[in-house]
């Protein structure tokens, strides 16, 4: 007899976590299976903040306004609206649930990040925003008798019967064997993709393996050609390139060249606080105009104080590497940071395959459009994640859990993705397929990948050069810049081009101009 259990989540960053007491909250078992330790996930990782309708002078109009801008024109506006009139419920319920956002005098601290018309931001701990909700949520979680966490089982496959997503293959840490695990409905929370480029400031597991899955499975995937670059990584040799939070930007940051000129004014009217997109590719091309590999964020006229308080980690971390926050200009570059295109989904987390849903940064729920805000994924890894498993919880209550085991089990799952893949992938996908794109350079790419998904290869490679794949023809099939997908020689956004790229195994790319992504239900 197989394992079985009612629901299985995949991924415990926030949306699997939420999900996972959203559907605990009907009595149910719910298995929860993450690569690594329950508390390593890319939410842990997020410093800025969430963003939220709390503050006095903001309102909802405002917020889905700044959304809908930094979406350039690809945002499902009923997604938006959900969002944001939902977030804020969704935070003060996790402040009750003991989340301790930071406040001066008992009354919640907003900051600002890039291309927010107000102060919304609430963080945690000055920069630690991420892991305070983990925190808290894992705290809420484990009040749940039925909620099981099973760390260090990475997840290889979808098991699906009958056109009906049934449970999942995963690699049992203990017994160090494939399994498989039959549930009524799976609900994928397994983060983004950043780690498919050389530079990222995304955690190690971030390669995306839930797209992979959920595209081999016969979900489809959307506008996976919109990746996000944060501007400011730390770029000194032998670093990971750690996150320089937006916030510091917030918080009055400057941009200079390696002649310490402030160069932001060259290319955007709102300088250091442009739309990402932006701040990326203007750095990009004052590092070539100067000839330099980086160019430098400078806080030294604020108050040391203050800046120690507000960044915490980033100070820590910088000193590490010998630098001083408060006196030193600190080395940066883009590296990419979020992915906006995912598993298509509806406003319930609802995939094309019945019985699996998705929620967070693995999903194209339309909300992000071609450029997400800044500071909204954890919001939406909240609200989605609560939906996904409500939507769950009540559609699948009554469905059948499978009693027999697959007859194509594979005998031996491997996860790892080769060394060599991984390089070969990262290389071409930072040089080919990074922050300015054009035909030559993803005709070359899509070559190089397609050599490489011919190889034999471990499951884990294969996931990962397939994801490359979806990347790459999509950013090849869209021939116009939008967002965070910016072609050299086609550099407008054209409005023939306003819709969405869909991906499905062994189909064609297509599109769909449909902005909205199915009935809220
Ligand atoms: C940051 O702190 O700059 C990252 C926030 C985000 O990506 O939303």
Redesign the pocket.
């Known amino acids: 007899m197989p394992l079985q259990t009612d629901f299985i989540v995949i991924g415990s960053g926030i949306a699997g976590l939420r999900a996972s007491i959203e559907l605990a909250r009907t009595g149910a078992e719910v298995t929860v299976l993450t690569k690594s330790k329950a508390s390593d996930s890319n939410t842990e990782w997020?410093?800025?903040?969430?963003?939220v309708v709390l503050s006095d002078d903001d309102n909802a109009e405002l917020h889905e306004g700044d959304t809908l801008e930094a979406g350039a024109g690809l945002c499902d506006e009923r997604a938006v609206e959900t969002l944001v009139a939902e977030g804020t419920r969704y935070i003060k319920q996790l402040i009750e649930w003991g989340t301790e956002f930071d406040r001066e005098g008992g009354n919640l601290v907003f900051t600002r990040?890039a291309a927010h018309s107000r102060r919304r931001?609430l963080h945690a701990h000055g920069?630690s925003?991420g892991k305070e909700i983990v925190r808290a949520l894992i705290a809420r979680a484990r009040q749940e008798s039925t909620i099981n966490l099973l760390p260090f089982a990475n997840t290889e496959g979808l098991i699906v019967r009958d056109g009906r997503c049934v449970g999942v293959r995963y690699a049992d840490p203990i017994l160090k064997a494939p399994r498989e695990i039959f549930a009524r409905a799976v609900i994928l929370c397994t983060g983004g993709a950043g780690q498919l480029y050389l530079h990222s400031?995304n955690p190690p597991g971030a390669t995306g393996d839930g797209i992979a899955m959920a595209y081999f499975a016969g979900a489809e995937i959307a506008d996976m050609e919109f990746v996000?670059f944060?501007p400011?990584a730390l770029n000194l040799e032998n670093a990971p390139r750690f996150?320089?939070?937006?916030?510091?930007r917030g918080e009055g940051g400057i941009l200079r060249n390696a002649q310490g000129y402030r160069f932001m004014g060259d290319y955007d009217d709102r300088l250091e606080l442009a739309p990402?997109d932006i701040v990326s590719r203007s750095i990009v091309r004052e590092m070539r105009k100067t000839g330099t590999r980086t160019v430098f964020l400078d806080m030294t006229d604020k108050d040391e104080a203050f800046l120690k308080r507000r960044f915490p980690q980033i100070a820590e971390t910088c000193a590490h590497y010998g630098l001083d926050i408060t006196k030193n200009l600190l080395p940066v570059s883009p590296a990419s940071?979020?992915c906006m295109g995912g598993v298509r989904t509806d406003l319930w987390g609802r995939t094309t395959i019945p019985g699996l849903y998705a929620a967070g940064e693995v999903t194209c729920t339309g909300v992000h459009g071609a450029n997400?805000?800044?500071?909204?994924?954890?919001l939406e890894g909240l609200v989605f994640g609560a939906r996904a498993g409500a939507a769950a919880a009540g559609e699948a209550r009554e469905a059948a859990i499978p009693t027999s085991s697959s007859d194509d089990t594979p005998g031996n799952l491997n996860a790892r993705i080769s060394t060599a893949v991984r390089k070969r992938v990262k290389r071409g996908m930072w040089e080919w397929v990074g922050i300015m794109r054009d035909e030559g350079s993803l005709t070359r790419a899509l070559s190089e990948f397609e050599q490489i998904e011919k190889a034999r290869l471990s499951i884990g490679s294969r996931n990962f050069v397939t994801l490359a794949l979806l990347v790459t023809r999509a950013a090849l099939w869209r021939q116009e810049s939008r967002g965070g997908h910016f072609r050299s020689d086609y550099p407008e956004p054209s409005e023939k081009w306003r819709v969405h790229s869909i991906q499905e195994s062994g189909r064609e790319i297509s599109s769909d101009d449909r902005i909205s992504f199915g009935e809220g239900g």
């Open positions: 997020a410093q800025g903040g969430v963003a990040e931001i920069d925003t400031t996000q944060h400011t996150l320089l939070s937006e916030a510091m990402r940071h979020y997400r805000l800044a500071s909204n994924s954890l």
